[in-house]
């Protein structure tokens, strides 16, 4: 009969060990369930006596086997069954073979002490010393000695051990420490790193070692203590940063045991030294390793003497890291039994903190603090609160509105407290700006100015912040005495507070609550600017309020001044009573249009209004159809001479065309822009582009006012350059994707929509360049052309190439008259350069951009160079540039000092084009003209003046240089040794080719 282990049931029939066996083997090992291995453990004394060999190692290898007590039992008697031998052999194996997991390997270890433990109760010690020695020994080796990962999975195996070390009986501890003591030491000692990090890991696991004698003992925890600071005191960063925090953990287990003096002697060093380590990891780790202590009675003293040395250079630290656990460290001590968080540090040293702070994840986890020193509880009581958010407020304005901001989104107020603290604020601002007995306005130098502004600030941020919690988890009527509070204060501040700062928090405001609240104060606004009482530095919170109230008014009011363009240059003036208005001054009427159009541009909130809502679109049509009619008003102005009189200024002409190109992007919808859309705004770009090439481009020449021309070129390219910025222009238009729709469209339409905007531009561009474009020109230009070489443009990249090879030419032609250096301003070439850069880069990133195109450019630059260096006159000498007063050439200051030799691509071509296309007797740079021995000096002498050059100025190639310079000198010296007429060479060539080479003269010379 089959026999049953005495944990089974005895009301459960004992099952078959033949068929527990064969089911094992079918499911092989994998997916045991938990019934299944206690059925197996029941029947443990006929399986390991009666099943084969091979089938126990199977189920020794099963890591599902041990995933409950009962398997971990009949793994022991499986390993003893199999020998300690093999089953140390077999888990060897699946180790390497990374076979089992971290946890799987816990269990492994749990196996062979349980096999420990099964024979020391028998007194079988012959099992007892074999796995001591065959495997705990080989165990501690690997976890010790082996690489990674296999130290650290066997170190995982060993984990068991020091539990039970600490939970069983002392002899096992004794048996551990033993084995340790052999061979831990000795890996503490080593100096591969590797290994000591394995040692540290075991070290601490195992901490503190324990010996039968207590003398022994003292000596021992001596040694230990003595190993665990200078773990601490490692060079090996990762070492360093585990030994802090298991060292404080370890102190804090085993205070009461430890010698005082040393234990002391570590605290200190960690909160003197490691606070203040040069790795981040490092501090960060005091601070984690001090949250484990936080809480220990016993270590009270330990803990507080940490946290007032640690916590300082904590929270001012540089690195965030850092400073998130200093926080997380001081939040533990809001709930502290025995330390006070203002025992550490002072309330004004927390705000000024808060105040200091610039990272949100930072801030969040500092709120909890800040609400120690500001608590909001359930009743709020004014005279209680009110003294204490002045006293924040006058240490630091900012750390107060952080503080509230954060409150509603981290979950720590309630909506009912956010309703009650709003009206608070509100209440207070109010008390100080109304004015009583007819007394003026508080003056906003006093402080109840000041503070009510505060208040103000506070109210407001807690409302956006908690808004969502006002709104649905509140009583309408308890948002709406917020409104109506609000209301109340804004209509104060209008009022009395125009020429104020207060008046933006108004704006502000008014631009979140609704406007129910807010109509005596719209119209109030609104008769304002209609009437021109607003002051010029209150007009734009006046603009953003009235947009708030009623768009439709201020929309009125700017297309009553763009009537101004329709009247004077529409196809029938209109003769109307809105004429009569501003028929004394109409460019004021429409320059005050345009400044409110201005204001509302720029403005964040108002400009996000107009981009997000399409209620605005129609009227935006409106104010573009009127606008255009600036083109009109620019053909005008180019047609007449220099000195005649103008309806409208050249400024104004100007800002109404920037608004020109600017509104048709504000009447795209932005979330769900449709295909009428898109082809408004792309036909808006082209007929822009086509005025600007057929009417002004092509007439650079012949217009008579070419200041005002210029000005016109700048400011349409700057406008340009938004416009891409603002909308994607792509190279396939939207109107053209479906096939379908394409083949119904005329052969006319498909021409035009072949043309897309940037090819337009880009022949815009290029018109706009020639050797006469005015370096005023050149510079937005070449932004634009920036812009034109993105990946979506691809039509226009060959275009921008070729005047990238055209800028050598043009740069040449600027600088070619001495009169152009007052024209071409060291402003201007700052631009130009900046300019340069970042147009050769973009244009070197198109597919356009080949090598022989780069070789073209690079060759004009160096032949433009040469020729900079070369004197106009037979009888000067070429200067030399290692003299310190040596001033190079406009030309090769620009184009080699400031561009080329900035970028090491670029010089390592440069040169390359030298030594090809002007170095070698047989370049086409000697073969041109007479090659009389005068004029082939002069060409080695300009060469040599610009090799010294680079010798002077180079950061890189200084080899090839050295190498075309001795180049250079052999050449010479042939000259001097063979030339026939060298007697007839100009005195000053032959000293400057002796200066620049460091050459002696000919003997008859």
Request: glycine content about 4%; charged content about 30%.
């Amino acid at each position: 009969m089959t026999k049953s282990n005495p944990v089974t049931p005895s009301k459960q029939e004992p099952e078959d060990w033949n068929e527990l066996l064969s089911e094992f083997v079918k499911k092989g090992g994998r997916g045991l369930p938990k019934t299944f291995i206690k059925k197996l453990w029941a029947v443990e004394d006929d399986l390991t006596s009666n099943a084969n060999p091979s089938v126990l190692r199977m189920m020794y290898c099963s890591p599902a086997l041990l995933t409950c007590p009962e398997g971990v039992k009949l793994g022991a008697e499986i390993l003893v069954k199999i020998g300690i031998g093999n089953g140390l052999t077999l888990l060897e194996k699946q180790i390497i073979r990374n076979d089992v997991t971290d946890a799987e390997c816990q269990r492994y270890g749990e196996v062979f002490h349980m096999a420990w433990q099964n024979a020391f109760k028998d007194s079988n010690f012959d099992i007892t010393e074999e796995l001591e020695t065959e495997a705990f020994a080989v165990f501690c080796q690997h976890a010790l000695f082996a690489h990674k990962p296999i130290c650290t999975k066997f170190q995982k195996v060993i984990a068991p051990f020091a539990f039970a070390k600490k939970k069983d009986s002392a002899n096992f501890g004794l048996t551990i420490t033993r084995i340790l003591n052999g061979c831990l030491y000795r890996a503490l000692d080593s100096i591969n790193p590797i290994v000591k990090a394995s040692g540290a890991e075991v070290f601490f696991t195992f901490f503190p070692f324990v010996e039968s004698d207590s003398e022994e003992m003292s000596e021992d925890m001596e040694r230990q203590l003595r190993y665990m600071l200078l773990l601490l005191q490692c060079e090996v960063v990762s070492i360093r940063t585990m030994a802090v925090k298991r060292a404080l953990q370890a102190l804090t287990q085993y205070w009461m045991i430890l010698p005082k003096h040393k234990a002391k002697e570590i605290g200190c060093f960690i909160y003197d030294k490691l606070t203040r380590d040069s790795v981040v990891g490092v501090r960060v780790a005091v601070f984690e390793g001090m949250l484990k202590i936080a809480y220990e009675p016993l270590c009270v003293s330990v803990y507080e003497y940490g946290m007032k040395c640690a916590s300082v250079p904590g929270v001012q630290d540089t690195s965030e890291r850092v400073r998130l656990a200093a926080y997380q460290t001081l939040v533990s001590l809001k709930n502290h039994k025995y330390l006070s968080l203002f025992e550490i540090h002072e309330r004004d040293d927390l705000i000024a903190v808060l105040e200091m702070e610039n990272v949100e994840d930072c801030r969040q986890q500092f709120i909890p603090i800040m609400h120690a020193i500001l608590p909001i509880g359930e009743g709020l009581d004014e005279q209680y609160y009110h003294p204490r958010v002045d006293n924040v407020l006058s240490k630091s304005r900012l750390a107060l509105l952080t503080y509230f901001r954060l409150l509603g989104p981290m979950g720590i107020i309630k909506p009912n407290q956010t309703a009650e603290l709003i009206t608070m604020f509100i209440t207070w601002a109010y008390r100080y700006l109304r004015s009583k007995d007819g007394l003026p306005p508080v003056p906003e130098t006093e402080d109840k100015y000041k503070k009510a502004r505060a208040y103000l600030e506070c109210a407001l941020i807690l409302y956006m912040s908690c808004k969502k919690m006002l709104t649905y988890d509140c009583e309408p009527k308890v948002k709406g005495k917020c409104d109506q509070l609000f209301g109340k204060v804004v209509k104060e501040i209008f009022d009395k507070y125009v020429n104020t700062p207060i008046l933006g928090t108004a704006t502000a405001i008014s631009s979140v609550i609704p406007k129910e609240y807010l109509k005596t104060i719209g119209s109030d606004v609104l008769a304002r600017l209609a009437d021109d009482e607003v002051p010029a530095e209150a007009l734009e919170p006046f603009l953003e309020s009235a947009l708030h109230f009623n768009p439709e008014s201020i929309f009125d009011s700017i297309n009553t001044g763009l009537e101004v363009l329709v009247d004077m240059f529409g196809d029938k003036p209109k003769q109307n009573k809105k004429k009569k208005r501003y028929a004394e001054n109409p460019e004021e009427e429409l320059t005050k249009s345009l400044n409110r159009l201005k204001y509302i541009i720029q403005s964040h909130s108002t400009s996000s209004l107009l981009a997000k809502s399409d209620d605005f679109k129609r009227r935006i049509l409106e104010s573009v159809e009127k606008i255009d009619l600036v083109r009109e008003a620019i053909d005008i102005r180019l047609a007449k001479a220099v000195g005649d009189e103008h309806a409208l200024r050249d400024e104004t002409l100007l800002t109404a065309l920037e608004f020109r190109f600017i509104l048709p992007v504000y009447a795209v919808s932005e979330n769900h822009e449709d295909e009428d859309e898109r082809k408004m705004i792309i036909n808006s770009a082209k007929t822009l582009l086509n005025w600007f090439r057929v009417n002004i481009a092509d007439k650079m020449i012949d217009f008579a006012d070419q200041n005002f021309s210029i000005k016109l070129s700048v400011t349409f390219l700057n406008c340009l350059n938004v416009l891409f910025s603002a909308y994607d222009y792509k190279t396939r238009p939207m109107e053209n994707e479906d096939e379908e729709d394409e083949e119904k469209q005329n052969e006319t339409v498909e021409k035009e929509d072949e043309t897309t905007v940037a090819t337009m531009a880009s022949r815009v561009v290029k018109s706009l360049i020639s050797s006469c474009t005015p370096s005023e020109i050149m510079v937005p230009a070449l932004r634009i052309g920036a812009t034109l070489c993105e990946d979506s443009y691809n039509e226009a990249h060959y275009t921008m190439a070729a005047i990238l090879r055209f800028i050598p030419k043009w740069l040449n032609k600027q600088l070619i008259v001495e009169d152009d250096e007052e024209e071409f301003s060291e402003q201007s070439e700052r631009e130009f350069i900046e300019g340069l850069r970042q147009f050769h880069k973009r244009v070197c990133e198109t597919d356009s951009w080949d090598e022989e195109m780069s070789s073209t450019t690079i060759d004009h630059f160096a032949s433009f160079c040469v020729m900079a260096l070369t004197p106009n006159n037979d009888d000067e000498e070429f200067d030399d540039p290692l003299r310190e007063d040596y001033n190079p050439p406009r030309y090769v200051s620009i184009a080699l000092l400031k561009f080329i030799l900035k970028d090491k691509a670029l010089t390592g071509d440069f040169i390359n084009q030298i030594m090809t296309n002007h170095l070698p007797e047989d370049s086409k740079y000697f073969k041109e003209g007479e090659q009389t021995t005068e004029r082939k000096l002069t060409k080695l002498a300009a060469l040599a003046q610009m090799f010294r050059i680079l010798e002077k100025y180079s950061k890189t190639h200084s080899n090839l240089i050295k190498e075309m310079i001795q180049i250079v000198t052999t050449r010479v010296l042939e000259c001097f040794t063979s030339a026939p007429d060298l007697n007839t060479v100009n005195c000053q060539i032959m000293n400057s080719v002796s200066s620049l080479l460091d050459v002696n003269l000919p003997d008859d010379s």
